[in-house]
């Protein structure tokens, strides 16, 4: 067996260890296995596991690494371009100084919004060919007139240009033809594509591979590169754009940042045009009503011209009192029409909103709502509202959100607001009227002879002053709204442009290679911890002590298989001491009245029984005992070939009666050692094997040797080790590391606890005295050398002299 010396290599090699059996107490029980033992965490077999799959844990992680380091080739670095806008946020009515100013288009949250609305992100995608992915750089110049139609096909395509140069063909990334031609015509019409490249760019020969994505698309995939932030109360939006591609990051956010300006201007030029349109049709609304106020009063007076006045007494004598009588009464009667003219008209603008939309203009023209400050200042914020919605609806759509917004306030102010104001105030009129009618009833005896064209008058000449201060109003409005209109600035201005940047912002392709490299060295570590745990093959000593419950007597280690003049002498001896710790293992084992009598056996074959066996035969007889192995393997028996000498007469023989004890025993080459061989093969031998001759041999030579060794066949090749075991009652287990079978070994044990068989203990054969072997070897440097008597003589003249 390779790895171990044969029994006339190790004569060579044992030195003589004389001694008798050792004194142990009489009467040894009978020993069974002990139960598997409970323990922690075996480190010590991981670590071993660890060091017998190095190799594939160093090639998993090479190849996890290779992988990871492929993987960052297909990977590229982003780049992030930055960019600064400053937005005036300050109030138009803010101070008095200064040129008049349209107030802040949006709120701070809504710049934002508006950033990333499809209005700056299409224009942006058409502008800068975003919709259009273009395999090599070095074919981007041929789509410099690449666009899109209305309809289009988007997707992977290849433009082939055949080898004359002659004529294209256009696939889909499937293969499917999209339309061919001659070159210099349009390419992908019937895809929807409005391209004309140009011919003496195209080659001949060449491929052109390229991508279209729908732009709705395009622009989703930009708002979500774009990082956009602004202080709650802050004038600064700062802008962020990745890209894989440097250059076009910075076109891209430099292309946004122009949109985003232009589409403010437009917007707060479209609002302010707005509102001036509304106070235009508000001016002229009053104007009209004014130069109606106006007419009827020149008309009255002229009507009235050759009449007597208020002012014409009454009765002679009173001319002094007079005046303050009637001006007083007048003044009522005049505030008592007046109160109730505004309010029937407000009444009136109410009863006609109930039935249809509410007039705002009919508000203006009626005095009282201009005293009302609520109710004026609900009107003047419905006029914003609606030129807000105005301009609002010039840009968006109905259904955008600050169409809503602005569509809901408008509804509220026509619906609740303005009506609720109107009504306290045609209600407070109502009392004003009660009362001051009240106060007239008492005087009207007084005044009844009093023209009632006074009061006509008084009441047109009110109606006129009032209208001409409302018209005065908006018109000083107008005029304010068309300067603004004129010397519009925009609210929003760029104040750092995008720049080019040098350094990618984040380069995942490091972190990617260290995490495969890690990932794949703990793939590695758990695959062979895994492997580890599913070998069915003994590598362990815990595996013997703990899961088998049996002791080690002893450890044999491998020997390279070399020739005898080129083996390591220290080689040699490690394995000499080896067998010297199983003989002193197996001495104290036994009482001393008896022989060491026990069988030899092993799980299957080529664990290495026979040379075990044969070993420590010699070694026992090294030490002096008078030794019989005898070779129970009746099936493929092999020892007579390591001890030079015939196989039959043998065993079988003698069992069947065909020879004597005498003549199967065979001298060897050391005089304490005998051998009995196999003999003739029988087909009844485990039948001979368990018959009263082999109960009387074994008595007859346990009288006439200290030690008889019995090498049987494997447990797993039939009855006869188990057979063998209960001849000697002892069994010695052979286990071969990274060869025996755990389970089976264990199925065979659970056989032997069922037998009158004593199992002494485990020999672990083969070991690698390394790793969780390290402690089973012995320390190179202590051979036990035999010197010549001209040493010794040497040695001892030295000691003299010193």
């Not at 009441?459 to 006129?464: A, I, M, P, Q």
């Not at 040699?572 to 001491?577: C, F, N, P, R, T």
């Not at 054969?765 to 051979?783: F, L, P, R």
């Amino acid at each position: 067996m390779a790895g171990n010396l044969v029994p006339s290599k190790a004569a060579e090699a044992l030195q003589a260890g004389s001694g008798a059996l050792p004194a142990v107490p009489d009467e040894v029980g009978l020993s069974f296995r002990e139960p598997p033992a409970e323990g922690g965490v075996q480190w010590g077999r991981y670590l071993a596991a660890l060091r017998r799959f190095r190799w594939l844990i160093l090639l998993v992680a090479l190849a996890g690494t290779g992988l990871s380091v492929l993987a960052t080739r297909f990977l590229k670095p982003e780049y992030t371009a930055t960019a600064t806008i400053w937005i005036d946020t300050r109030d138009a009515q803010e101070g008095n100084s200064g040129p008049i100013r349209a107030p802040e288009l949006l709120h701070n949250y809504a710049w934002q919004e508006l950033l990333t609305t499809y209005t700056v992100l299409d224009s942006v995608i058409e502008k800068e060919h975003l919709f259009l992915q273009v395999d090599d750089p070095r074919d981007e110049p041929l789509f410099k007139t690449f666009q899109l139609k209305p309809r289009f096909a988007a997707g992977d395509f290849r433009l082939t240009v055949d080898g004359a140069g002659k004529r294209w063909t256009l696939k889909t990334g499937e293969g499917l033809g999209a339309g061919s031609g001659a070159v210099g015509d349009s390419v992908g019409l019937l895809a929807g594509f409005a391209w004309q490249p140009d011919a003496r760019q195209l080659g001949r020969g060449h491929t052109i591979k390229f991508s279209v994505t729908p732009p709705r698309q395009a622009s989703e995939d930009v708002a979500k590169r774009l990082n956009v932030q602004m202080a709650e109360n802050g004038n600064f939006l700062r802008l962020a754009y990745n890209d894989t591609d440097a250059a076009r990051a910075t076109r891209t956010l430099n292309a946004l940042l122009d949109q985003f300006v232009s589409l403010a201007a437009d917007l707060k030029k479209a609002k302010l045009s707005e509102q001036a349109k509304a106070l235009q049709q508000q001016m002229d609304t009053v104007h009209l009503a004014l130069q109606t106020a106006e007419a009827q009063l020149e008309g009255y007076k002229i009507k009235t011209i050759t009449k007597p006045t208020e002012y014409t007494a009454v009765a002679p004598g009173i001319n002094a009192t007079q005046g303050t009588v009637m001006t007083d009464y007048f003044q009522k009667r005049v505030q008592i029409e007046q109160l109730k003219q505004d309010r029937q008209a407000i009444e009136d603008v109410l009863q006609r909103a109930k039935s249809g939309a509410l007039a705002v203009d009919a508000f203006q023209t009626i005095p009282s709502v201009r005293t009302a400050p609520d109710l004026n200042k609900a009107l003047a914020e419905l006029s914003a509202s609606e030129a807000d919605l105005r301009a609002a609806r010039y840009r968006y759509t109905d259904e955008s959100k600050q169409v809503q917004t602005l569509q809901d306030r408008v509804n509220q102010l026509r619906g609740q607001t303005i009506p609720a104001y109107a009504t306290a105030l045609a209600n407070a009129l109502k009392t004003q009227e009660n009362a001051l009618s009240d106060q007239v009833g008492s005087q009207s005896k007084e005044l009844q002879t009093i023209p009632e064209r006074a009061i006509t008058e008084q009441r047109l000449e009110r109606n006129v002053g009032t209208l001409a201060t409302i018209y005065a109003d908006v018109q000083g409005r107008y005029q304010a709204a068309k300067l603004a209109e004129a010397s519009a600035t925009p609210d929003v201005k760029p104040l750092d442009r995008a720049m080019q940047p040098d350094k990618p912002s984040s380069n995942s392709a490091p972190r990617i290679i260290l995490l495969g490299a890690l990932a794949s060295l703990g793939l590695g570590v758990g695959l062979a911890i895994l492997l580890d745990q599913l070998d069915k093959r003994f590598r362990y000593p815990d595996q013997v002590t703990r899961e088998l419950g049996l002791s080690i007597l002893g450890a044999i280690p491998a020997i390279r298989n070399v020739r005898a003049s080129e083996r390591d002498p220290e080689e040699a001896a490690q394995v000499v001491e080896a067998f010297r710790t199983i003989r002193m293992n197996l001495a104290h084992s036994y009482g001393a009245a008896g022989p060491v009598l026990l069988t030899v056996s092993s799980p299957g074959a080529g664990d290495g029984k026979s040379l075990v066996s044969s070993n420590l035969a010699l070694s026992f007889a090294e030490a002096g005992y008078r030794t019989l192995l005898i070779d129970g393997d009746i099936r493929r028996g092999e020892l007579h070939r390591m001890f030079s000498t015939d196989r039959r007469p043998g065993l079988l023989d003698y069992l069947v009666g065909e020879t004597t004890l005498d003549a199967v025993v065979r001298g060897t080459t050391h005089r304490n050692l005998s051998l009995i061989p196999c003999g003739t093969r029988h087909h009844h031998g485990p039948e001979l094997l368990g018959s009263n001759a082999m109960r009387e041999l074994m008595a007859q030579v346990k009288s006439h040797y200290n030690v008889v060794i019995i090498d049987s066949p494997p447990l797993g090749a039939g009855i006869d080790p188990f057979v063998l075991g209960t001849a000697t009652a002892n069994l010695l287990l052979v286990l071969r590391s990274g060869e025996t079978d755990r389970q089976m070994t264990e199925e065979k044990l659970k056989l032997l606890d069922r037998l009158p068989i004593r199992i002494l203990g485990a020999v672990l054969n083969d070991i690698n005295t390394e790793g969780v072997y390290k402690y089973y070897s012995y320390i190179y440097g202590y051979t036990a050398d035999e010197e010549t008597i001209p040493q010794l003589a040497a040695q001892a003249g030295e000691a003299s002299t010193s």
